[in-house]
């Protein structure tokens, strides 16, 4: 088999993902065909559950806003050529930091000054969680797959311990904090548009979804503006030139990963101060995993990433519609369908690459000879 | 003294039946790796393994049918992380990410399509899973003092998947280093072009050890739902796919020292378990959070060449290509 031809950047960027989506869906349809259920009507209210129903946009783009923090955590260690999978744990350990910012402040001080400095808490906790693994990577050479992956169950074993023992509320018995005063709480979006005479339907969606869109817009001039986003990139491009061109490779890493561990301990703003009100455990969810996928997809661009987010919150969201629409399918499926998309476009993105390539080139052949003819 | 020894025969059988599917895994996680194959997807061929050995157990009541479908189920997991990694180049731990999600998903899905227990699967009856294998002479030994009681609570009375599990130690470490298969598996992950040289194909090769991790990854997915377990239960592998790979690394991708390493998991785990909410002289309360996040921590401290150094194959995570 001769080597294929390269494909066009276009087609790279927008063609490919589609079909690698288009190719993860269709095999969680023919699953949902095969438990006995219509996947086009399971679709259909996926799509209702995420848009239509009244509120429900709210909730979309309030999971949105998790898998923003997330995806970018992940996008900017893989800029630097490092895979971060420790988004759980830099993120549980951000819930912790802007959550004892928030039981210590806001009983006296007004939510103008608790909230920035509770996101300030969130973003330094995470990437303290985050800079030990890019530490122990750049200078002591572990791999940063596996340290990540332990910093998510020390994590764990952590918040078990703290909200279980010495943050535990008084008199309770599952684990979880006090909850915060109301100077610790984000703001809800139905409440500020409601104070601006944009009456909407109440949701979870808070002031941590325009912080997402500002972080988005912040981590495109990083990495394609700045000095340090260049540093990062050349790292992950290659780090022997990096070296050679006299960039501190080990201090870039390990700067990436702190930023990295900062994004994913914001995503602890939008549950904790958004909606919980307090810090509980497995608060993360699962968020840090699906940032991957989101990442993924949205190829590590902030463009691509709102994208990605706004897919997966729809599914999200849409998929909780199923637990009330159908008998065999629960919201469980949305697990499935992100696993099929991870598998195509991360694992398998390049499998459709030649056959794509050769098609768009044999395309492009019989035009040229058209235009000849 | 006797109760001191009783409590401590128990933590010891405890660590064993803990570290059962440690071993399993570790083993597999070995043989993935060590032929250049990172394999984080043990956890979702454990669950996967679980879920199949359960369902087909309450369907046809024969543990020994079970155990072969959940083979079956974890090798054909295992087929699709080979098809990404190896045949299609892809990332291996996207995929192997992608396979822990799946199973997760793919699990829940079925099980509750097919029970509507939320899940679940039913409890399953004694006669469906594997009990206890009592050895013979228990009886006859039981009335002399220590070696009557080690005997029982320690030798005898396991589940066969853990008799199994302990040979697979020495089977393992015997295919890896005293057979033609393993010398060049060892040479795949390090200098995988030398085995293509030689005219041994480098993708069949690392085609064999991910299958072989399939085959006991299903076991070890079997002795959670029908042998320690007795039904599938959502996210029942929790984490201890995981652990068998911190326990790889631990024991620096060899077989004995990874065996060794399940075993300290496994002490530390029942060990906690035993002791939880006890006061101890000197201490306090026992620190049980603490020594259940040790294999994590030590795995990271050995890593980063602070307590000794390990170093993985030196083509591991890297595709092959010619």
Known sequence: MTAPPPLPKWADLFVLPVINLLVAFFICGLIILALGENPISALVVMVKGAFVYPGSLGYTLYYTTNFIFTALAVAIAFHAMMFNIGGEGQAALGGLGGGLVCLWLAPSLPAGIVLPLAILGAAAFGAAWGVVPGYLQARRGSHIVITTIMFNFIAASLMVWLLGGPLLQQGQQSPQTEAFEPAGQMPKMHDLLGGLGIETTSSPLNLSFVLALLVLVGFWVLIWRTRLGYEIRTVGHNPDAAHYAGINVPRTIIVAMAIAGGLAGLMSINELQGVQHRVILDFTAGYGFTGIAVALMGRNHPIGIFLASLLFGALYQGGSELDFEFQSITRDMVLLIQGMIILFSGALAYMFNPPLARFIARVAAKRLEARHV | ?322
């Open chain 2, 1 to 322: 003294m006797s109760e001191f020894l009783f409590q401590a025969l128990l933590t010891l059988d405890g660590t064993v039946r803990v570290a059962t599917p440690l071993i399993l895994c570790a083993m597999a996680g070995m043989f993935s790796e060590r032929s250049g194959v990172i394999d984080i997807s043990l956890e979702g061929k454990l669950l996967v393994g679980a879920f199949v050995a359960a369902t087909i157990a309450y369907f046809t009541g024969s543990p020994w049918l079970a155990v072969f479908c959940a083979i079956g189920a974890s090798v054909l997991v295992a087929l699709i992380h080979g098809f990404a990694c190896i045949t299609h180049r892809g990332n291996q731990v996207v995929s192997g990410l992608a396979i822990n999600i799946l199973a997760a998903g793919v699990t829940v899905v079925v099980a509750i399509a097919l029970f509507r227990q939320g899940g679940q699967t039913p409890i399953l009856d004694r006669g469906d899973r594997f009990g206890p294998m009592e050895f013979w002479f228990v009886e006859t030994l039981d009335p002399i003092p220590m070696l009557g009681a080690v005997y029982r609570e320690f030798i005898s009375g396991h589940n066969p998947i853990t008799y199994l599990a302990l040979l697979v130690v020495p089977a393992s470490a015997y295919l890896l280093y005293r057979t033609r298969f393993g010398l060049r598996l060892r040479a795949v992950g390090e200098v995988p072009a030398a085995v293509d040289t030689a005219g041994v194909s480098v993708a069949w090769l690392r085609y064999r050890a991910v299958l072989l991790a399939g085959v006991l990854c299903g076991i070890a997915g079997a002795y959670l739902s029908i042998g320690q377990g007795a039904g599938f239960v959502p996210e029942m592998s929790a984490g201890k796919g995981y652990i068998a790979l911190a326990a790889v690394i631990f024991g620096k991708w060899r077989p004995v020292p990874a065996f060794l390493a399940c075993l300290m998991f496994g002490f530390l785990e029942a060990l906690s378990a035993r002791l939880q909410g006890i006061d101890l002289p000197l201490i306090g309360e026992a620190p049980t959070h603490l020594m259940l996040a040790l294999p994590y921590i030590m795995t990271v401290l050995l890593l980063a060449g602070f307590i000794g150094r390990a170093s993985p194959p030196a083509a591991i995570g890297v595709p092959y290509t010619k």
